[in-house]
């Protein structure tokens, strides 16, 4: 009797307001088979968007890798596709897809992000979406990703000030007690907030 392994790549396009989700789901051991199938159909499926703001959700947590000839097209897919994704969530299980993600995102000029979680991963595809209604909003959202920046230098300066100050620190040990402060602090605003002091 013959095992045959399952190997592959499921992908799925819809509309969701103003921007196409993609979902693949990839199986086993890719091979350039499954690429010359798939790149058509992607092709296809993409070729009618103008102005493409196309979303990417990729299950991976049953990938195994590439043949070598696959992981060529692999690199050509992402090369060829690198305008339209705007983001990419990889969802998996290995160190190796993280560090592959962090390799991607020099190559595309959307966003790539790992996760282990499928529901993370689509709430971070879709948070951009809700609309900014007051100006408020607006300005929040536009200043969103130099606020989150702001937030780690913190972190990462306070983090060194610990490395420099105190012989042979532990940046695990270090890190933990950095993110208690913060939470600790930030809890306090929340409650400042939920009071009114800010009114």
Do not use: C
Request: glycine residues 6%.
């Amino acid at each position: 009797m013959i095992n045959k392994i399952e190997h592959g790549i499921s992908v799925g396009i819809s509309r969701v307001d103003n921007f196409f989700m993609m979902k693949m789901k990839v199986i086993g051991t890719l091979t350039h088979q499954d690429y010359e199938k798939i790149t058509p159909m992607l092709r296809n499926s993409i070729a009618g968007i103008q102005e493409p703001n196309v979303k990417v959700l990729i299950d991976a947590k049953e990938f195994e890798g590439w043949e070598v000839r696959a992981a060529w097209d692999d690199f050509k897919f992402g090369i060829e596709f690198r305008e339209k994704f705007s983001k990419i969530a990889l969802v998996g299980t290995k160190s190796w897809e993280e560090y592959l993600v962090k390799m991607g995102n020099w190559f595309i000029k959307g966003e790539m992000k790992f996760f282990t979680s499928l529901n993370e991963a689509y709430a971070w595809l879709s948070e951009d979406e809700v609309e900014a209604k007051t100006p408020v909003e607006k300005d929040f959202k536009h200043r969103k990703e130099e606020i989150k920046d702001s937030l780690e230098f913190l972190f990462t300066h306070n983090l060194k000030i610990v490395d420099w100050d105190v012989p042979e620190a532990n940046d695990q040990e270090s890190a933990e007690i950095l993110i208690n402060i913060l939470e600790d602090k930030l809890r306090e605003i929340k409650e400042n907030v939920e009071n009114g002091k800010y009114k």
